[in-house]
């Protein structure tokens, strides 16, 4: 304890050292006007910070009223809204017009001050005291250089100093991630969940997180729903958890929490279910980083997705990996406890379309495959403490009220969804699945505008009595129900898959089309820009996450058509998410299998049959050359029903079972989802 005492007083006595040097700063003669007009923007900004500091030290949070947090909420994100973001500093392109050679890496300083909003609402003073002496050590080497008439620094200074500040303070940041992913002890987010008073908006702004009217809504919205109907949603979401466990023979009484992802507004759903997940013997973790507040401007996080770049180097990756290792081991036993995410996605925001700056920082291919080999060996380490066969995770969305005057309708509509009868769902996906395996291959053919002419080939079956391909999806794991699933064939598997429209992750692809052979992406391209190269790089970074091919990891046939009918009707099919638009026609996931980590482990269909179409010739190489056996990413894309033209499983004989024709299911045994078409 006294130890903890003296360093919160050294953080303290430098922080406030570094805040004096600051609040100089605009007094400050500086010739070079431009660069003068950053640095005092940037004080501002940061003086701003310090106010907000001594409003929480003094515990404004609970004393000012609702209009003064909306305000003070409003100023600290001003700067990056949409209608001010054309002379922000925030704006790569605004940056270098305004600071020349510089623009980049003051740009990037600027959004590591803008991180600070979020340490400081945490009560992480380090985190905060590391980013002002940043800046304070930036603006030295400026106004030293200009003061002794040399010449400024030079842009590979600038970013040296930059280099060293991520590095030398990567072990500060990864520890916080792993310590908020596994530990529950101290969970800030859960305190606020389990002891606001939930009635009163006011406790949305405790997160330092932006609050617009869609959080606030939302959340007037979920207090006035009845409490039978909070606990649906709660039950739904926690017991699709339980049934994760229970469906894959894995021991949930192994584990102690559950990580519990939401956006904010949702916290009468939160609460009821950390209840729920405390029945199961599992208390929350919830790192800030999975909490969402509201969208300031998703431009802004587009433009700075690649910073990186600055720095991204094979000593500084060797660095992550180090100080990962580290943080894991420091806190093992938390992460043999840690049971998987529990997540409660949204949807029916405004649409994004991004535009591509040449003034933002872009990876270099060598960066790119550095990345990709980061990714790779990040993720081995974190399943050397997280084993994968022993967790689970569940996943469940809603709308908000940014849809539009839908939303209330589309709320009560998504709840039914969710709640569908498991029991018919899972018959009649039977009655697919017993088709199927029969078959050597599948077609699927587009119709319409759609292009899709794909043959993808399924595993073989040694003892059909015993053995199944397809997974029978019910809803657990991904609410809601419908949909089976198989790792197919990669050798074999050719032809184009092609969508004229489709939201992935929150952006729009226009015909976007992969061609595959031997069940690699052998090309792709959309429509979304004018030029071919900018169409292709967008889906490479955002589809294929900057590798260079990858496989197709899953073969589903999606079954809810309430859901389809429901979208159509309530006009919001491009705004659903992958959760629910993959049950509503054959989907296609490149990237990794869904057994991804758990080949190995038995699963069995509600028949008792095992599933055994788990790998691939990619995953295969798991034990052999770990390295190139996984892509740690896993894109789902959707033919709708209306631009289906034909899904036949083929025999080995060349007999031909119709699965789907023109939209509509023609198997004997699934008409009856054709019912919701007619309603």
Excluded at 487 to 511: I, M, W
Excluded at 601 to 625: H, M, Q
Aim: charged residues 30%; hydrophobic residues 35%.
């Amino acid at each position: 304890m006294v130890e903890m005492e003296k360093n919160t007083a050294v953080l303290e006595e430098r922080y406030q050292l570094v805040i004096d040097r600051i609040r100089e700063i605009p007094k400050e003669n500086f010739e070079k006007k431009e660069l003068k007009d950053y640095f005092d923007k940037m004080s501002g900004f940061i003086l701003l910070l310090d106010d907000t500091k001594k409003f929480l030290d003094e515990g404004g949070l609970k004393t000012a009223s609702l209009e003064e947090l909306k305000e003070r909420n409003h100023a600290l994100f001003t700067d990056i809204l949409p209608e001010h973001y054309e002379e922000s500093y925030g704006n790569p392109a605004y940056a270098v017009k305004q600071l020349g050679e510089y623009g980049q890496e003051l740009s990037f300083l600027y959004s590591e001050l803008r991180d600070t909003i979020e340490y400081l609402y945490g009560g992480e003073l380090e985190l905060v005291v590391i980013a002002l002496e940043l800046f304070a050590e930036i603006y030295a080497a400026f106004t030293y250089e200009w003061s002794e008439n040399r010449e400024l620094p030079s842009k590979e200074d600038i970013r040296k100093t930059l280099y060293w500040f991520v590095s030398d303070y990567a072990d500060i940041r990864t520890e916080r991630s792993v310590r908020q992913l596994v530990c529950p002890e101290g969970c800030r987010a859960a305190e606020i969940v389990c002891s606001s008073n939930l009635n009163d908006v006011r406790y949305l702004y405790a997160y330092g997180k932006y609050v617009d009217e869609n959080e606030l809504e939302t959340a007037k919205y979920l207090a006035s729903l009845p409490e039978e109907t909070i606990a649906t949603m709660a039950d739904t979401y926690t017991e699709g958890y339980r049934i994760g466990f229970e469906v894959t023979g894995k021991d949930l009484s192994k584990k102690k929490t559950a990580e519990v992802r939401y956006h904010i507004g949702f916290e009468r759903m939160i609460r009821r279910s950390i209840e729920n997940f405390e029945k199961l013997g599992l208390k929350p973790v919830i790192c800030d980083t999975h909490v969402d507040g509201g969208t300031v401007n998703r431009q802004y996080t587009y433009d700075h997705k690649d910073d990186k770049a600055l720095f991204w180097d094979r000593n500084y990756m060797n660095r992550r990996l180090e100080v990962q290792r580290t943080a894991f081991e420091k806190y093992r036993e938390d992460a043999r406890g840690y049971a998987g995410p529990a997540v409660v996605e949204t949807f029916g925001e405004k649409e994004f379309n991004p535009v591509n700056k040449k003034e933002a920082l872009k990876l270099s291919e060598e960066q790119n495959k550095l990345w990709v080999e980061f990714m790779s060996q990040n993720r081995a380490i974190t399943e050397e403490y997280i084993i994968e066969e022993e967790r689970s995770f569940t996943i469940i969305a809603f709308p908000v009220p940014e849809v539009g005057d839908v939303f209330q309708e589309l709320f009560a509509e998504t709840i039914k969804l969710n709640t569908l009868d498991y029991m018919l769902y899972r018959d009649v996906q039977q009655k697919l699945i017993d088709a199927l395996d029969t078959a050597d291959y599948c077609e699927i053919k587009g119709s319409g505008d759609n292009r899709t002419d794909l043959k993808v080939n399924l595993w073989k079956l040694k003892n059909p009595e015993k053995e199944t391909i397809f997974e029978n999806c019910v809803a657990d794991v991904n609410i809601p129900v419908g949909e089976v699933f198989t790792s197919p064939v990669l050798e074999g598997t050719n032809g184009l898959l092609h969508v004229t429209k489709v939201f992935l992750e929150g952006l729009e692809y226009r015909n976007l089309a992969i061609t595959f052979e031997d069940g690699m992406i052998k090309d792709y391209t959309c429509d979304n820009f004018a030029s071919e190269e900018e169409n292709r790089n967008f889906v490479k970074e955002n589809i294929l996450f900057r590798h260079e091919t990858l496989p197709l990891g899953e073969f589903a046939i999606g079954t809810n058509t309430t859901a389809y009918v429901m979208a159509r009707k309530l006009n919001v099919e491009a705004k659903l998410p992958i959760l629910i638009a993959e049950k509503t026609g054959p989907h296609f996931a490149v990237g990794d299998t869904c057994y991804h980590g758990t080949e190995d482990v038995t699963v069995y269909n509600p028949d008792g049959k095992e599933i055994v179409a788990k790998e691939n010739s990619c995953s295969g190489l798991r034990k052999e050359k770990p390295s190139e056996a996984y892509f740690n990413c896993h894109t789902d894309i959707t033919i709708p029903y209306d631009e289906l033209g034909e899904l036949t499983a083929v025999r080995k004989d060349g007999t031909r079972i119709a699965i789907i024709k023109e939209g509509r299911f023609v198997l004997p045994g699934t008409e009856v989802l054709n019912a919701a078409f007619d309603e």
